[in-house]
Nanobody, 127 residues
Framework: QVKLVESGGGSVQTGGSLKLSCAAS????????VGWYRQIPGGARQGIAA????GKTTYKDSRLTISQTEDENTFFLEMNDLKSEDSGMYYC????????????????????????WGQGTQVTVSS
């Protein structure tokens, strides 16, 4: 059972930065892939960044940087130049092998196909 715990959310002013963390455990294979998703109130979760087990990354926004620790158990999402529309819940998702292959191909799987989620962390951007 994959366990994912996000942290680092909070309130920030427009133009500011935040770095979210995702502590991951319980991966059952040598493949450790993770994605970050954002959900605004009333909306669906949207994949915004992901990293595969070779460290290959893909993004939906150039203001984002996804990274991982050397042991591949903690993942980060750094967000810069934040705007009000970036406000929402941010979720870390654990990817199975098929999803990791999508990341290698520069795609982020639809949230409806993902089984492993963290509890989310709230980000609020205000002027």
């Amino acid at each position: 059972q994959v366990k994912l715990v996000e942290s680092g959310g909070g309130s920030v002013q427009t133009g500011g930065s935040l770095k979210l963390s995702c502590a991951a455990s319980g991966f059952t294979s040598s493949v450790h892939c993770v994605g970050w998703y954002r959900q605004i109130p009333g909306g669906a979760r949207q994949g915004i960044a992901a990293i595969d087990n070779d460290g290959k990354t893909t993004y939906k926004d150039s203001r984002l940087t996804i990274s991982q620790t050397e042991d591949e158990n903690t993942f980060f999402l750094e967000m810069n130049d934040l705007k009000s529309e970036d406000s929402g819940m941010y979720y870390c998702a654990g990817f199975e092998n098929w999803a990791c292959k999508m990341v290698a191909g520069r795609s982020i799987p639809n949230h409806t196909l993902i089984k492993s989620w963290g509890q989310g962390t709230q980000v609020t951007v205000s002027s």
